[in-house]
Antibody, heavy 115, light 107 residues
Framework: QVQLKETGPDLVQLTQTLSITCTVS????????VHWVRQPPGKGLEWMGAMWNGGGTDYNSAFKSRLSISRDTSKSQVFLKMNSLQTDDTAKYFC?????????WGQGVMVTVSS | DIQMTQSPASLSASLGETVTIECRAS??????LAWYQQKPGNSPQLLIY???SLADGVPSRFSGSGSGTQYSLKINSLQSEDVASYFC?????????FGAGTKLELK
């Protein structure tokens, strides 16, 4: 069955870099797109960026050049890397399979940025 | 970016009641709209896609409608397990954008 699982730190220091891995199963990254979405505590959902099935990427301009998304298809993994973290980057980070809409989501990883 | 205005922000309803949540897009999104349910501590779950198509496994008391810039999610005969937050998402224009959410509670 389709599954996505995020792994990453729960605490990151101010100005440091966040790295999260999304490991998928039940589908191929060369067939389906995987995107990243985040949710600050008690708030709404924010689209961050995309890893398209062809290997291309797109990013929300709100993150400017801080965000990078890559993948390793042999390991069925998609990677998020974001630098220069600030306290307002404290959020739950989700990867999700994208069909236009998001039909499957990971459980998310809650990341706190600490000063 | 397309702005999604969702209303109401919160809603209190009784068991068995019918509830409607609305989303208005800042421009025509041609029914490229999804609705999600999110329970505390969980990830969002897809309810409706393409404005009115029910996702697999979703109870038939959930329905979606709308076109152009105006869309709604209706929950018939509210059940206790429907207590959650609900979000809309447009995927007609890049980037995908979400409504701010509606928190549904029991009266």
């Amino acid at each position: 069955q389709v599954q996505l699982k995020e792994t990453g730190p729960d605490l990151v220091q101010l100005t440091q870099t966040l790295s999260i891995t999304c490991t998928v199963s039940g589908f191929s990254l060369t067939t389906y797109n995987v995107h990243w979405v985040r949710q600050p505590p008690g708030k709404g959902l924010e689209w961050m960026g995309a890893m398209w099935n062809g290997g291309g990427t797109d990013y929300n301009s709100a993150f400017k050049s801080r965000l990078s998304i890559s993948r390793d298809t042999s390991k069925s993994q998609v990677f998020l890397k974001m630098n220069s973290l600030q306290t307002d980057d404290t959020a739950k980070y989700f990867c999700a399979r994208h069909m236009g809409y998001f039909d499957y989501w990971g459980q998310g990883v809650m990341v706190t940025v600490s000063s | 970016d397309i702005q999604m205005t969702q209303s109401p922000a919160s809603l209190s309803a009784s068991l068995g009641e019918t509830v409607t949540i609305e989303c208005r897009a800042s421009e025509d999104i041609y029914s490229n709209l999804a609705w999600y349910q999110q329970k505390p501590g969980n990830s969002p779950q897809l309810l409706i896609y393409d404005a009115n198509s029910l996702a697999d496994g979703v109870p038939s008391r959930f329905s979606g409608s709308g076109s152009g810039t105006q869309y709604s999610l209706k929950i018939n005969s509210l059940q206790s397990e429907d207590v959650a937050s609900y979000f809309c998402q447009q995927y007609n224009n890049y980037p995908d954008t979400f409504g701010a959410g509606t928190k549904l509670e029991l009266k």
